[in-house]
């Protein structure tokens, strides 16, 4: 099982302990640089570019493109995962040119969580078409796809088209990891069949539970090395409850996970540090101390 984080700091969604409002450069330098040392295999960076006062889900979003060249610089291993990047506010080469220079900057390190949105509010600001958003994010699939990894892009599909354009610097990766977000069967098809993994929402978000899981994964016959990366339901207390945690992380393995999108109890950074800590232990994760 591997097992990455559900970032700090860079949202305010959720409950949330008062040092992630207060935090800055210095707080993020220290969890991410501990978070690469200890062995974490991915961290995340949610995607909203404006968003209206009061909104249930937060109103502060780091931009992923600028957090993660700025953590790039600082970390070795750690892969980075925007989760997830709405794909109808952007065009597809956009996409393309942006984290194909983050992964060549990285040597390799992205990892693209995208997703439909629902937001229509954002939408209607930026001027992008909302009613067929789910078409449209099955051919920016594709043209991604066609795009991130080349030089030369090529692509003609029912809402994009674009005929031999550099993409220069591209993606080093031959092949990056693309993670569909949505909690739906209709997101879980789309992951199958035109990404690499599905990240679905927590289930505080509607996402599946421990018994709903495997019986959706088992509706289709899911790709070689397909990922299916889970936030747990509750948060973990590895340094309280070692043995809660690791029964936890245990049966979202067997309900079909590969991998784990972390959350811990802390009050403050140390503690979060710590807990950060007692889970590479508890989950003998590949540290470099």
Request: glycine share 8%; hydrophobic share 40%.
């Amino acid at each position: 099982m591997r097992i990455g984080l559900s970032s700090p700091v860079l949202a305010d969604s959720g409950p949330r302990p008062p040092w992630e409002a207060e935090a800055g450069v210095a707080e993020l330098r220290t969890v991410f640089t501990t978070a690469d040392r200890l062995g974490y295999e991915f961290f995340t960076c949610p995607e909203h570019v404006s968003v209206s006062p009061g909104l249930a889900r937060g109103e502060r979003f780091y931009d992923p493109v600028a957090t993660f060249s700025y953590l790039a610089a600082i970390t070795e291993r750690i892969r980075f995962l925007p989760y997830v990047l709405v794909l109808g506010l952007h065009h597809p080469l956009e996409l393309a040119k942006r984290y194909g220079t983050l992964d060549h900057l990285s040597g390799g390190r992205v990892v693209l969580g995208v997703g439909v949105g629902n937001l229509e509010e954002e939408f209607a600001l930026l001027g992008r078409p909302f009613a067929d958003r789910g078409p449209r994010a099955d051919d920016a699939l594709r043209a991604l796809r066609a795009s991130l990894s080349v030089r030369l892009a090529t692509y003609h599909g029912e809402y994009y088209h674009f005929t031999e354009q550099v993409i220069s610097p591209h993606a080093v990766q031959e092949k990056v990891p693309i993670w569909v977000g949505g909690h739906s069967r209709r997101a879980l098809r789309r992951a199958v069949t035109l990404g690499d993994g599905w990240a679905p929402a927590p289930v505080t978000y509607r996402g599946p539970d421990l018994e709903t899981l495997p019986r959706m994964l088992t509706e289709h016959d899911l790709p070689d090395g397909f990922d299916v990366v889970i936030t747990p339901p509750a948060r973990l207390d590895p340094t309280g409850a070692p043995e809660a945690a690791l029964d936890l992380v245990g049966r979202i393995g067997e309900a079909g996970a590969t991998a784990v999108n972390l959350v811990v109890r802390h009050r403050d950074l140390a503690e979060y540090l710590d807990q950060l800590a007692a889970a590479a232990e508890l989950f003998r994760l590949d540290r470099r101390d």
